[in-house]
Nanobody
């Protein structure tokens, strides 16, 4: 029943911006760490950014200063604001979340979204 749904991908010119969203739904008591990954053609899936429930963030060197990760805990939603986009940012972007499913179960579970395509091209 638990799922993540990404949205906001599309085609954008170099130097442009996009804002991705990732909404968690289902039997979730609390979402802990969330993150964005991307998978470019012919390359391995890479971590883009992470954010804790308290708002602590980290970024890959390739996107630092251009991308901003954020979240709304009340809505169980995470965002990725992407500015100054480059052709090498072209990839399928996936969101990931670690979560607790109930107040009486302290096991951390993991869920992945289906991905949203970002294409940066003239």
């Amino acid at each position: 029943q638990v799922q993540l749904v990404e949205s906001g991908g599309g085609l954008v010119q170099p130097g442009g911006s996009l804002r991705l969203s990732c909404a968690a739904s289902g039997s979730i008591f609390r979402v802990n760490v969330m993150g964005w990954y991307r998978h470019a053609p012919g390359k391995e899936r890479d971590l883009v950014a992470t954010i804790t429930r308290g708002g602590y963030t980290s970024y890959a060197d390739s996107v630092k200063g251009r991308f901003t990760i954020s979240r709304d805990n009340a809505k169980n939603t995470m965002y990725l604001q992407m500015n100054s986009l480059k052709p090498e940012d072209t990839a399928v972007y996936y969101c990931n979340a670690d979560y607790l499913r109930s107040a009486w179960d302290d096991r951390t579970l993991e869920v992945w979204g289906q991905g949203t395509l970002v294409t940066v091209s003239s």
